[in-house]
């Protein structure tokens, strides 16, 4: 069976691939622009797990999915560190695009296969700031709790045909997109988080893969790994 994950040319999205590789799935894999970072994963993996990679740039088309798609991750997403008076329009529709509209029509397409198989999870990776909100990250923090009210709608829309929708609320993650904090800043924010320091991608992976794998859930749950963040 097939695992979709969106935005695994790194971070999260490349530790998720390799877990569910190392469990036995097959992949569709998907990037935005770092298709020669997708395509180092994807050799690497079909020579460490022997498993189907299916790559692709952009958008999913119909054409780029197997009949057995089981899993989708939509992990994709973007962030813009600005006061809101400060953000363009172009920017707001870039974020919007990425957290938002790829994730409606990434589940549109693969739920579609699901549906006609009567089994499937999806999974959306949203962030604690949807709950919360962060300030200089208002649009994110708008789209993430657009994550995480689309994941309650849709687990309610898909219940009867025996497809699940999940959501985990991410908290602080070692990632690229921690990188606009110098290094005083990076420290404060962690004296900040009651764990005393950010996940690894490693370990949201490893989390991820139990939750959805044992079923540690019910469909519609907002999954919260927050670091102690109030």
Same mark, same amino acid.
């Given at each position: 069976?097939?695992?979709?994950?969106?935005?695994?040319?790194?971070?999260?999205?490349?530790?998720?691939?390799?877990?569910?590789?190392?469990?036995?799935?097959?992949?569709?894999?998907?990037?935005?622009?770092?298709?020669?970072?997708?395509?180092?994963?994807?050799?690497?993996?079909?020579?460490?797990?022997?498993?189907?990679?299916?790559?692709?740039?952009?958008?999913?088309?119909?054409?780029?999915?197997?009949?057995?798609?089981?899993?989708?991750?939509?992990?994709?997403?973007?962030?813009?560190?600005?006061?809101?008076?400060?953000?363009?329009?172009?920017?707001? @529709? $870039?974020?919007?695009? /990425? +957290?938002? %509209?790829?994730?409606?029509?990434?589940?549109?397409? #693969?739920?579609?296969? &699901?549906?006609?198989?009567?089994?499937?999870?999806?999974?959306?990776?949203?962030?604690?700031?949807?709950?919360?909100?962060?300030?200089?990250?208002?649009?994110?923090?708008?789209?993430?709790?657009?994550?995480?009210?689309?994941?309650?709608?849709?687990? @309610? $829309?898909?219940?009867? /045909? +025996?497809? %699940?929708?999940?959501?985990?609320?991410?908290?602080? #993650?070692?990632?690229? &997109?921690?990188?606009?904090?110098?290094?005083?800043?990076?420290?404060?924010?962690?004296?900040?988080?009651?764990?005393?320091?950010?996940?690894?991608?490693?370990?949201?992976?490893?989390?991820?893969?139990?939750?959805?794998?044992?079923?540690?859930?019910?469909?519609?749950?907002?999954?919260?790994?927050?670091?102690?963040?109030?």
């Amino acid at each position: 069976m097939y695992t979709v994950i969106t935005g695994a040319s790194r971070g999260i999205g490349k530790a998720l691939a390799y877990k569910f590789a190392s469990h036995n799935y097959d992949l569709v894999l998907t990037c935005e622009k770092n298709i020669d970072l997708l395509n180092e994963v994807k050799k690497d993996i079909e020579d460490r797990f022997n498993r189907n990679v299916i790559i692709v740039k952009g958008e999913l088309n119909r054409e780029d999915l197997p009949d057995d798609v089981y899993i989708l991750i939509n992990n994709a997403g973007k962030c813009d560190y600005n006061l809101l008076q400060d953000t363009s329009y172009e920017k707001y @529709k $870039e974020v919007i695009y /990425s +957290n938002l %509209d790829y994730t409606f029509l990434t589940s549109k397409l #693969v739920s579609e296969k &699901m549906i006609k198989a009567r089994q499937g999870i999806i999974v959306n990776i949203s962030s604690m700031w949807g709950i919360l909100g962060a300030t200089m990250e208002t649009i994110y923090s708008m789209t993430k709790g657009g994550i995480n009210a689309f994941t309650k709608a849709l687990a @309610k $829309e898909l219940k009867d /045909s +025996n497809v %699940d929708v999940i959501a985990f609320a991410l908290g602080a #993650v070692d990632t690229d &997109m921690n990188n606009h904090l110098s290094g005083s800043e990076r420290e404060e924010f962690v004296k900040t988080l009651n764990n005393g320091r950010m996940w690894t991608v490693d370990e949201i992976a490893d989390i991820i893969y139990d939750v959805v794998s044992n079923k540690k859930y019910n469909t519609g749950d907002i999954i919260e790994l927050n670091n102690g963040l109030i």
